[in-house]
């Protein structure tokens, strides 16, 4: 299986290639964010948990996030493979991601992260919330609690892969088809 982890900061553009790569590579498109959100809309319990968390631009405990991950994976047996969008955000979950795939006789082919500046980061945000409708898009000071979230807890992930020689760089900025032949070149070697 190609399992490909996506990182990179909030609005660094995981969501918008990712859909474009997993039907490129026929992938499973798992997002953490996304998945949250969904719960959200239809006020499930996991949803009313991951609220006010997803409000104030914290992360969700990792327990909680973990286990909604490893549901989503096992709710598709056939699977190719898996691009993760937002997953994981700690070292915590990076760990459980590779010890659940070991399980499965699998791992992690890469994780390919998209390099954006912060002051273009913060523009594509507040350009989202005016459409998305997400409040943690709208306020400055959300967001820039979400990056101080991202440089405490998940830039450390990128030392992580790297160790395993797994971390590839690529150039967020630019136009999305620029930056999506970029990673087709690396999704290519994986
Ligand atoms: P995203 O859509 O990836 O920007 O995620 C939006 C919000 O969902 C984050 O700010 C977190 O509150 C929560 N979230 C998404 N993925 C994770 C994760 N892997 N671990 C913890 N919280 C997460």
Request: net charge negative; proline share 3%.
């Amino acid at each position: 299986m190609k399992n490909i982890v996506l990182f990179g900061p909030p609005g660094a553009g995981k969501g918008t290639q990712a859909e474009l790569l997993k039907n490129k590579y026929n992938l499973i498109h798992i997002s953490t964010g996304e998945v949250f959100r969904y719960n959200i809309r239809n006020k499930t319990d996991l949803g009313i948990l991951a609220k006010t968390y997803m409000d104030n631009g914290d992360l969700v405990p990792d327990e909680v996030t973990v286990k909604m991950l490893k549901a989503e994976v096992d709710k598709n047996p056939g699977a190719k493979g898996f691009l993760f969008d937002g997953f994981p955000r700690t070292e915590s979950q990076a760990i459980a991601l590779d010890s659940f795939l070991a399980d499965k006789n699998d791992s992690v082919n890469g994780m390919v992260s998209l390099e954006v500046p912060e002051a273009l980061l913060v523009e594509r945000l507040l350009k989202r919330g005016e459409t998305s409708g997400r409040s943690d898009d709208q306020d400055e000071e959300k967001i820039k609690h979400r990056f101080q979230e991202y440089y405490e807890k998940t830039a450390v992930l990128q030392k992580y892969y790297e160790k395993q020689n797994k971390y590839f760089g690529v150039d967020g900025v630019g136009t999305i088809e620029d930056i999506n032949k970029r990673l087709q070149k690396v999704f290519n070697e994986l």
